[in-house]
């Protein structure tokens, strides 16, 4: 076993070398001296002070929402070029502002001049944000200057301009985690993040909820019945090429095999549901003589490796949830909270038996009045239905190619590898036993290597759950 792991890191040292990497960190990981130093002179206002700062990508989104490109479920016939533009990248988080800071060259000696190397990109006063979008598993954030407006014409006459949202890569859940509370925090404290202006009292600016991307994941991503039944009438080769890796590996050719339950109609999605969904890590897969970025998703049965479009999703509508309305398949659970002194079960069965039905002789209950949404303004508008049905049908879809998909019960093997190429510091290798015998591997490259740790951990826990007898490398 140790030789074959020894056989595993040798792997990635040929993949790394192959890229023609440097496994040299890249500068400006953390805050330095030098930085503060900078900062305070050169960038912060009188009184503000550097409350985070963390390495990031940077990647603009398209203006308004991308292309006219036709979205269908596990489609794959996007290219290469259609990959988003990633800058690398700093965000600092002040009292005041969010900053983020493009890096201009590098080599020996960066850091001590940090006046010559970071190029500033965004300076965006908390005061001025539109809406933060948390990413899921807290992978990135994006960052809306402005939101669209919400009928068609102010959509046409005041669309956003072209740099007023981007999306932070951090690829860290525990470093996206400490920008994130930072600004939870400054935000109660100025209430500078209250949407509507500061103090106004309304929705803050911080939005958690990702329920944006569980319903694309169940909808352009999960193996599906009908997702290779196009093969029959066109001839798509990423799609082949993914049917041809799932029927290759030793649990993909029986019955059923290619089909994931967390596609099942059954499956709710709604704000707090997310039982279906194990693993999402932003990472990235070697391609071209690069690492490109890519998002690693897991369900209890299969792992896949997606490319995901931050450079359009999601996108600066005002309230997501008008979305969400069109995806719902099934209705989300009912919450009831109660005092536990007071709390009567006989009692509310018999409340909800009266709600079910008018009783016997009763008069009809008059329809009720509309209640405004609490979350937003009384006197907003309904988004645009032809706003609405292009970012659900005609915009590029968040998970536009699925490039690999793997039954979890087939990994034998995932080896972590301290050390990386360019901005990505870690790697893993994971090993997946093929159908003919022998075993085929993926590599995968990460920001940080507690985030390659988080992935290694979660792919041996679900592979042990699929009775697999897979083997953790790292703690050999």
């Not at 490109?69 to 800058?87: A, C, K, T």
């Not at 200057?145 to 068609?152: D, I």
């Not at 649990?251 to 999605?269: H, K, M, T, Y």
């Not at 510091?425 to 093929?434: E, G, K, P, S």
Request: with cysteine; proline share 6%; glycine share 8%.
């Amino acid at each position: 076993t140790q030789q074959q792991v020894a056989e595993a890191r040798a792997g990635v040292a040929a993949a790394r070398a192959a890229l023609g990497g440097s496994t040299a960190a890249a500068p400006f990981a953390e805050a330095t001296n030098a930085v503060r130093l900078h900062l305070q002179l050169s960038v912060f206002a009188e009184g503000e002070r550097l409350l985070q700062w963390t390495p990031a990508g940077l990647v603009w989104q398209a203006a308004p929402l991308g292309s006219s490109s036709s979205s269908s479920n596990n489609s794959n016939n996007n290219s290469s070029s259609d990959e988003p533009v990633e800058l690398a990248a700093y965000v600092a988080l002040s009292t005041h502002a969010l900053y983020v800071f493009a890096l201009a060259g590098g080599g020996e000696g960066a850091e001590l001049a940090p006046a010559q190397h970071l190029r500033a990109e965004l300076a965006l006063p908390l005061t001025r944000v539109g809406r933060i979008d948390v990413g899921p598993n807290r992978q990135y954030l994006a960052v809306h200057a402005g939101l669209l407006a919400r009928t068609r014409g102010a959509w046409d006459a005041a669309g956003l301009a072209a740099g007023a949202s981007c999306v932070l890569l951090v690829r860290d859940r525990l470093a996206c985690s400490d920008v994130v509370d930072a600004l939870a925090e400054i935000g109660y404290e100025t209430r500078a993040l209250d949407a509507g202006g500061a103090g106004s009292g309304r929705q803050r600016a911080l939005n958690h909820d990702v329920e944006w991307a569980m319903h694309h994941l169940v909808q352009q991503v999960f193996l599906r019945p009908a997702t290779f039944a196009a093969l029959a009438e066109i001839d798509c080769e990423p799609l082949r090429r993914l049917r041809d890796e799932l029927q290759g590996s030793l649990s993909g050719r029986g019955p059923g095999a290619l089909v994931d339950a967390a596609s099942s109609d059954s499956v709710i999605v709604d704000r707090v549901t997310y039982e279906f969904l194990k693993l999402y890590v932003c990472a990235g897969v070697a391609g071209g003589g690069q690492v490109r970025a890519r998002t690693v998703v897991a369900t209890a049965q299969f792992v896949y490796v997606v490319r995901e479009r931050v450079d359009v999703w999601p996108p600066p509508v005002p309230d997501l949830r008008e979305l969400y309305r069109r995806w719902q398949r099934a209705a989300a659970p009912t919450i009831v909270t109660s005092d536990p002194d007071t709390y009567d079960p006989q009692a509310v069965a018999r409340a909800l038996a009266r709600r079910a039905g008018p009783l016997a002789g009763a008069e009809p209950l008059a329809d009720p009045e509309p209640v405004a949404d609490p979350e937003l303004p009384a006197d907003a508008e309904p988004l645009d239905p032809a706003l609405l049905a292009q970012l659900a049908a005609a915009a590029v879809p968040q998970y536009d190619c699925v490039e690999h998909a793997r039954p979890v019960r087939d990994v034998r093997r995932v080896t972590l590898v301290a050390g990386g190429v360019g901005g990505w510091r870690a790697a893993l290798r994971v090993d997946f036993a093929q159908a003919g015998g022998g075993l085929r591997a993926w590599t995968l490259w990460f920001a940080t290597p507690a985030s390659a740790r988080e992935c290694s951990d979660a792919l041996v826990a679900l592979a042990r759950a699929a009775g697999a007898a897979v083997v953790d490398a790292d703690a050999l």
